[in-house]
């Protein structure tokens, strides 16, 4: 979507935007993108845009941040298989009725395009590939489908609940301590996936709590939680 882009000072007085093209203000911070699996938030990766080039990025990076979707859009994402956005500054600027395809096929955290004119020439286009940080999985066409179901689900009914400090607590013994799990009502039979808390997070402490405890935050719209604790009994 940023062929073509570029930074323009506007006047009043002046028409400078070519037919096809139109004006945008500038939004600043990181570029991040969100995919939801029918209004469930599972997959954020935060975009790197290569120096004085709008349209390239030189990496895209799995992130713990997770994006509440705005009413309007929840209920499209809740009905909806697959809905990807991408925001820039928390500002909306894409939505789309697909997953994020560069991040399928693969399980590595990390991808970095590789721009033909760095190499060769070639007919496949400017964006030959990329290069991942992890061992790659070709064996299965839908990583997503895979990946979800290998995340472990534990019932609501063997969680404590604090209501006032809205926050769910849960023994080691159940599930350990994962980097991800889903929660399930036993009443309702909805599910609200957890992820553990990464370095942006308030909550976050790099000395793993000396292993005793992990924190987690619910992905999408979980009003009643605010975080999730996980400790050894």
């Not at 990496?59 to 925001?87: C, H, Q």
């Not at 994962?178 to 000395?207: Q, W």
């Amino acid at each position: 979507m940023g062929r073509g882009a570029s930074i323009q000072y506007l006047y009043a007085e002046e028409d400078s935007i070519p037919d096809g093209y139109f004006w945008c203000e500038i939004f600043e911070g990181r570029h991040l993108s969100f995919d939801y699996h029918f209004g469930r938030q599972v997959l954020a990766v935060e975009g790197f845009r290569e120096e004085n080039r709008l349209d390239r990025f030189s990496m895209w990076r799995k992130t713990n941040d997770i994006y509440e979707l705005p009413g309007f859009l929840k209920a499209i994402a809740d009905s909806t298989e697959w809905f990807n956005i991408e925001v820039i500054g928390n500002r909306i600027i894409e939505c789309h009725f697909r997953f994020n395809d560069d991040f399928a096929n693969h399980t590595s955290d990390v991808i970095i395009p590789i721009w033909k004119d760095r190499f060769y020439s070639s007919v496949a286009g400017d964006r030959l590939g990329f290069l991942l940080d992890k061992t790659v999985d070709m064996d299965h066409s839908r990583s997503y489908n895979r990946d979800m179901k290998q995340i472990q689900t534990v019932s609501l009914e063997v969680c404590e609940y604090d209501k006032e400090k809205k926050v769910l607590k849960l023994t080691s013994d159940h599930i350990g301590m994962p980097k991800e799990f889903f929660v399930k009502s036993h009443k309702t039979g909805k599910e609200f996936r957890f992820i553990a808390v990464g370095e942006y997070d308030v909550l976050f402490d790099e000395d793993g709590w000396d292993g005793e405890l992990q924190i987690y935050r619910p992905v999408g719209n979980c009003s009643t939680v605010d975080y999730m604790v996980i400790y050894n009994a």
